[in-house]
């Protein structure tokens, strides 16, 4: 049912003009990056019938109290839910306090466990704002959305299952 809601908003959300966007940057005043890694990861039998994919995992460090929401993450031209690791230690998903660490991520699968899946059209477009980096990450305070540029991704494979 949530994940319901977050495309609900996020439809609603896409509605927005320019305006109502802050000019991407290197740096949040709300959080620091203190990792952004690429996993691509593979799961079943190895003759391809399982599933792969790649997860586009951000660690975050608040540096002052954040009452907003992270909105989607760009990667080129594609855009993807933002999804929270370790959900059942965030309390509120709209508050988070000085000092907090958490890893939210987005999932791009390119095989499921029953052949290749193709990837829906929908999420294809330009980003609000061109970018000089491997990703965008949108967030939202006080109606304003904000951006900021991820610059490089580390890189790590993960193999589940066999």
Do not use: C
């Not at 495309?7 to 959300?13: D, G, I, R, T």
């Amino acid at each position: 049912m949530r994940y319901f809601y977050l495309v609900l908003v996020l439809f609603l959300l896409s509605a927005k003009t320019k305006s109502d966007y802050v000019k991407p940057s290197l740096k949040s005043k709300f959080f620091v990056l203190q990792s952004a890694k690429k996993v691509k990861w593979q799961s079943g039998a190895p003759e391809g019938k399982g599933g792969a994919g790649v997860d586009y995992e951000l660690t975050l460090k608040f540096t002052k109290n954040y009452d907003g929401y992270f909105k989607m993450i760009w990667i080129g031209n594609k855009y993807y839910a933002v999804k929270y690791k370790n959900e059942a230690a965030i309390k509120d998903y709209n508050h988070f306090t000085k000092d907090q660490v958490i890893t939210i991520y987005a999932s791009e699968v390119v095989r499921s466990g029953v052949g290749i899946y193709k990837q829906e059209d929908k999420n294809v477009t330009d980003p609000p704002f061109k970018y000089d980096g491997v990703a965008l990450l949108e967030y939202e305070y006080h109606g304003k959305t904000y951006s900021m540029v991820i610059k490089s991704w580390s890189e790590e494979k993960k193999v589940d299952g066999i």
